[in-house]
């Protein structure tokens, strides 16, 4: 089956800690794409990526970084330096059109 | 900079027909998206838009307006399972901006 996956659905931290969230598609999209998700909120660009080691900041990078390092995934950690880490995380892939998003990792610092 | 304004909240009838606006403003534009969202899921895909006119898919219909930064998204014979989130995105450039998205309430 082709897809886009996250993990862990859930994660749980203690504030002053790194965390990276995975993210993995098998779709063969070349774009990939973080978004943060809070309470009511729509959806707002971490950082996005067009290419295998290419990556671009999105309107919201701050305390936040990825890697590309293979077609397949682009995981994000969430620093120290994040203020409010607390939120919903989306990853989306797409070929140019119609991006499609994975389940989604909740996490929760505290 | 970007900028996509849809309504918070609206509140339609079981049955009946209800029309979510989205107007955008961004420096390039390379197709508009609709998506549902319902709460704790994530997004699934409506419809997309890269002309100007109608684009019908069942219950669900999607305009655009390049020339006005419009599009509306219609939705006929409301379903109770229709309440949902509703977000308008934008493509532009290499990148995909969200608006904050249209929270819909279904009355039986």
């Known amino acids: 089956d082709g897809g886009i996956t996250q993990s862990p659905k859930y994660l749980f931290r203690k504030e002053g800690q790194n965390v990276t969230l995975s993210c993995e598609q098998n779709l063969n999209h070349d774009a990939m794409y973080w978004y943060r998700q809070d309470p009511g909120q729509g959806l707002r660009l971490i950082y996005y990526?067009?290419?295998?080691?290419?990556?671009q900041k999105g309107d919201i990078a701050e305390g936040y970084s990825v890697s590309r390092e293979k077609k397949e995934s682009f995981p994000l950690t969430v620093t120290s330096a994040q203020k409010n880490p607390t939120a919903f995380y989306l990853c989306?892939?797409?070929?140019?059109?119609?991006?499609?998003f994975g389940p989604g990792t909740r996490l929760t610092v505290t | 900079g970007q900028n996509i304004d849809q309504p918070t909240e609206m509140t339609a009838t079981e049955g009946a027909i209800v029309q979510i606006n989205c107007t955008y403003q961004t420096s390039g534009f390379n197709g508009l998206f609709w998506y549902q969202q319902h709460a704790g899921e994530a997004p699934t895909f409506l419809s997309y838009?890269?002309?100007?006119g109608l684009e019908e898919k069942g219950r669900f219909s999607s305009f655009l307006s390049r020339s006005k930064g419009y599009s509306y998204l219609l939705l006929k014979e409301l379903q109770m399972k229709d309440s949902a989130s509703y977000l308008c995105?934008?493509?532009?450039?290499?990148?995909?901006?969200f608006g904050k998205g249209t929270r819909l309430h279904i009355l039986p």
């Open positions: 989306a892939s797409s070929l140019g059109d119609k991006p499609y």
């Open positions: 990526s067009q290419i295998v080691n290419d990556f």
């Open positions: 838009n890269v002309l100007d």
């Open positions: 995105a934008v493509s532009e450039d290499d990148k995909i901006i």
